[in-house]
T-cell receptor, first 108, second 110 residues
Framework: GIQVEQSPPDLILQEGANSTLRCNFS?????LQWFHQNPWGQLINLFY???GTKQNGRLSATTVATERYSLLYISSSQTTDSGVYFC??????????FGTGTRLTIIP | DTGVSQDPRHKITKRGQNVTFRCDPI?????LYWYRQTLGQGPEFLTY????????KSRLLSDRFSAERPKGSFSTLEIQRTEQGDSAMYLC????????FGQGTRLTVV
């Protein structure tokens, strides 16, 4: 099946720093999403981005489908950005497959 | 509230009991997914529906697990003869085309 790898697995930053999270996938995909899992376990939908670039406030994402990767940028990090970030892809059989996750910790 | 709703939010049950979880998707979404997430891991796919048809089931979905989506609306996930290894967060999502998740049902088997 499709492989979805995220890097780095863990990231610790000071408040105010910028970060880039990466998602690599092994096959062509129909769509790609980024999620933030908050401390209570809920997956919050950040971006639906099968290709191109989108921005929402301090967050932006870019997917280069031909090269099979996506990037999530977080600028001016806040402590509320802490949590686990997942990318998830859909291909072929329509199953939503999650990546390995990046755990982000923002220190005040 | 037009989001995905799951019920109950928490469930504690004794080993060997049966449990049933409910998911109400976003009304215009025809795809519905169930996932299981254990501590420190990412969500693992269990099964998904397109309308009322169950199109794929994971090997994780043993014969003790059954899922239904009657009339293509809400869905239920039942676990029979629960085991301690079933303790996890059970997540439901609906999608078209982007997926939205409910708040999950946290199951503890004691």
């Amino acid at each position: 099946g499709i492989q979805v790898e995220q890097s780095p697995p863990d990231l610790i930053l000071q408040e105010g720093a910028n970060s880039t999270l990466r998602c690599n996938f092994s096959d062509s995909v129909n769509n790609l999403q980024w999620f933030h899992q908050n401390p209570w376990g809920q997956l919050i939908n950040l971006f639906y981005i099968p290709s191109g670039t989108k921005q929402n406030g301090r967050l932006s994402a870019t997917t280069v489908a031909t090269e099979r990767y996506s990037l999530l940028y977080i600028s001016s990090s806040q402590t509320t950005d802490s949590g686990v970030y997942f990318c998830a892809v859909v291909f072929g059989n329509e199953k939503l497959t999650f990546g390995t996750g990046t755990r982000l910790t923002i220190i005040p | 509230d037009t989001g995905v709703s799951q019920d109950p939010r928490h469930k504690i049950t004794k080993r060997g009991q049966n449990v049933t979880f409910r998911c109400d998707p976003i009304s215009e979404h025809n795809r519905l997914y169930w996932y299981r997430q254990t501590l420190g891991q990412g969500p693992e796919f269990l099964t998904y529906f397109q309308n009322e048809a169950q199109l794929e089931k994971s090997r994780l979905l043993s014969d003790r697990f059954s899922a239904e989506r009657p009339k293509g609306s809400f869905s239920t996930l039942e676990i029979q003869r629960t085991e301690q290894g079933d303790s996890a967060m059970y997540l439901c999502a609906s999608r078209f085309p982007d997926a939205f998740f409910g708040q999950g049902t946290r199951l503890t088997v004691v």
